[in-house]
């Protein structure tokens, strides 16, 4: 309020709030920008990334640990990602093409046999304690409930190629250490070490006594040979932040809401009385007295009949409210805790009892399409970091034999990564549709199988040998074929073969 409408309202009050209430009308452009007495207590900030994040980070994460032991909810949701991120595992396909443009087959099967063989939990693991494929399951559950994980590369000799790989939680990030600039320009954030464009130099991790204590020292590990995986989606961010953050008050507050109603339910089925004396005399033999709250107790048990004293009155405990409303709540949280993960309600609650066909197949689609970003995430940020330095560690250890190999390194990186497949929620629909985008030159065979998680290649292989052995035990051959040429003959529907 302004002199003027000070001074106004001396005469008239109604005048100058009415001045007033206008003036604020005018200015508010955004119902979202108001500070009425309605958003008065919605106070915010404008801080950077690493601002907002690290005052409450390690709490976050501690809460969702929680939530990750405790509440079957959340575990359906870290499930689901776990599950169709990774699956059974994200497969490796060599491309390294020869000087003519054409694959070398011979070199890249050899290739993937020996990372076949690194994979194992004895090989890529400096622990000897998980294979490749259950490193990258625990990559996704850790994204998930932490907001990130750490790989250190470690150069052994315990396996068929000189290189292994050590999981760090980003706990042992040494957050100490956080420091102005140095004389090299360098500062330390949160436990990592950036230059003057935030881009990581190297990472300081606490290092702990053989029974897990901190001995208050840490190690100075340079970013080469680190591998920290983490969601970047604010410019300034330097470190991670749990992508449970806004879902773990829905997840917490929906265990509490099933626990109070679990107990609620548990007295029900139990027949509890008070006994309400007008004149209460002394304390017979046959009651017991509870210790804690020094009330007397009776018992009561099956077929007994008890003569209450003259003036008692039994009085039965029912809880008020019920409990038929449970259902809808429930779901409701779970709809919208699945909604700020990007997943569909039947994924979190798996209850299909509501959907048909096409709801489900659209669901799914829109679950997929999350499922696949944190598939790329992972492929580009983990698994094409730890197969170049596969590649290059089976070169110098000469398990790989490639002479020009440091001259055309490009080439011979050349790779793909097969994410696992879904299943199909109508399979005849799903592959006639298949069929008529193959046969119209709209998709190909590599696209198809690749979205079940199947190399084309062992497809056409498994097809053939198939075909050989069927054909060797003069069996018909119109379901394996499915009426397609081969070796010059037609295999029809009905058995019949024309040239």
């Not at 680190?226 to 507050?253: C, G, H, N, Y």
């Not at 046959?286 to 077929?303: A, L, R, V, W």
């Not at 190909?444 to 498994?462: K, M, N, P, S, Y």
């Not at 050989?468 to 070796?487: I, P, Q």
Request: hydrophobic share 35%; net charge neutral.
């Amino acid at each position: 309020m302004n002199w003027l409408d000070r001074a106004i309202s001396v005469f008239s009050p109604a005048w100058a709030y009415r001045r007033v209430a206008w003036r604020n009308a005018l200015r508010s452009f955004y119902d979202a920008g108001g500070t009425d007495r309605l958003n008065s207590g919605w106070t915010t900030v404008n801080a950077t990334a690493e601002q907002t994040n690290q005052g409450q980070r390690d709490i976050i994460r501690a809460r969702a640990r929680d939530l990750e032991r405790n509440a079957d909810f959340a575990e359906s949701i870290i499930n689901s990602f776990e599950r169709n991120v990774v699956g059974t595992g994200i497969r490796v396909q060599a491309k390294v093409v020869d000087t003519d443009g054409n694959e070398d087959d011979k070199l890249n099967q050899q290739i993937e046999e020996l990372w076949e063989e690194w994979c194992r939990a004895r090989n890529c693991d400096v622990t000897g304690q998980q294979s490749f494929v259950e490193m990258q399951q625990m990559a996704v559950r850790r994204l998930i409930v932490d907001g990130g994980i750490i790989f250190v590369k470690a150069y052994t000799n315990t396996g068929p190629v000189p290189f292994s790989l050590q999981a760090r939680e980003v706990d042992d990030l040494d957050t100490s250490l956080n420091s102005l600039p140095g004389a090299s320009g360098n500062r330390i954030v949160g436990g990592i070490e950036v230059d003057k464009y935030n881009r990581p130099v190297a990472y300081w991790l606490k290092q702990y006594t053989p029974d897990g204590f901190w001995n208050g020292k840490s190690e100075r590990i340079p970013e080469q040979r680190v591998i920290f995986l983490w969601r970047k989606t604010r410019p300034t961010q330097i470190r991670e932040i749990s992508p449970m953050a806004k879902t773990l008050p829905r997840v917490r507050d929906t265990n509490e809401f099933i626990e109070a109603v679990s107990v609620k339910e548990r007295i029900l089925a139990c027949l509890s009385v008070f006994i309400k004396k007008r004149d209460p005399g002394n304390l017979g033999r046959n009651i017991k007295i509870d210790k804690k709250s020094e009330y007397p107790m009776k018992t009561i048990s099956p077929g007994m009949i008890h003569e209450l004293q003259p003036g008692d009155e039994v009085q039965a405990v029912v809880p008020a409210g019920q409990a038929s409303n449970a259902k809808e709540f429930i779901a409701i949280q779970q709809r919208l805790a699945g909604s700020g993960q990007g997943l569909s309600y039947e994924t979190v609650s798996r209850d299909m009892s509501q959907v048909n066909y096409s709801s489900a197949r659209q669901g799914l689609l829109e679950d997929q399409r999350t499922y696949m970003m944190w598939q790329q995430f992972l492929i580009e940020h983990f698994c094409r970091e730890v197969y170049t330095e596969f590649v290059i560690s089976a070169v110098l250890s000469g398990q790989l034999n490639i002479p020009d190999f440091w001259q055309d390194k490009r080439r011979y990186l050349k790779h793909v990564w097969i994410p696992p497949g879904w299943s199909w929620i109508d399979p005849l629909k799903e592959i006639n549709a298949y069929k008529i985008a193959l046969n119209t030159g709209q998709d190909t065979l590599a696209r198809i199988c690749a979205e079940r998680g199947e190399d084309w290649r062992d497809v056409l292989r498994q097809r053939a040998k198939e075909y050989e052995f069927a054909k060797s035990l003069g069996l018909d051959l119109s379901v394996l074929t499915g009426g397609e040429k081969t070796g010059g003959t037609q295999q029809t529907q009905n058995g019949n073969t024309t040239e």
